[in-house]
């Protein structure tokens, strides 16, 4: 089952462009869907409703889609922790805006990547 899940945190914003993108990739799908959405809540929680019915719903196999990193988290040591639960729930992940899969290997290359900048992050706050 693909899991697809979109965010935006103001209320100025909506979801359509990413609906619409993910839509796009979708249709190269061959799999069911189920979305998963919240509007107006940060990306610096995970205390958001869709989210957590997301995380209730998920079951191993399954593929977790979003538009971008930053929807899911806008820390990148966090995102890091969210994405090593899910490969111990045998779940993947991906994302379209930076191409980032994880069940492959240039996939886990990249989240390597991303935990050396996430470091450099927390130590230039």
């Known amino acids: 089952m693909i899991r697809v899940y979109a965010r935006c945190s103001h209320e100025d914003q909506d979801l359509k462009s990413q609906k619409h993108e993910l839509g796009k990739w979708l249709k190269s799908q061959d799999e069911a869907v189920e979305w998963y959405e919240d509007e107006?809540?940060?990306?610096?929680?995970?205390?958001?409703?869709?989210?957590?019915?997301?995380?209730?719903?998920?079951?191993?196999?399954?593929?977790?889609?979003?538009?971008?990193?930053?929807?899911?988290?806008?820390?990148?040591?966090?995102?890091?922790?969210?994405?090593?639960?899910?490969q111990a729930r045998r779940v993947t992940f991906f994302s379209l805006r930076e191409a980032v899969d994880i069940s492959t290997p240039f996939g886990e290359a990249m989240l390597e990547i991303l935990a050396v900048f996430g470091k450099l992050e927390t130590r230039i706050r």
């Open 40 to 86: 107006g809540f940060s990306g610096l929680t995970l205390d958001r409703p869709g989210w957590k019915r997301l995380m209730a719903d998920l079951r191993a196999g399954d593929k977790l889609v979003c538009y971008a990193v930053d929807r899911v988290c806008r820390d990148l040591l966090h995102f890091l922790t969210v994405v090593r639960q899910l």
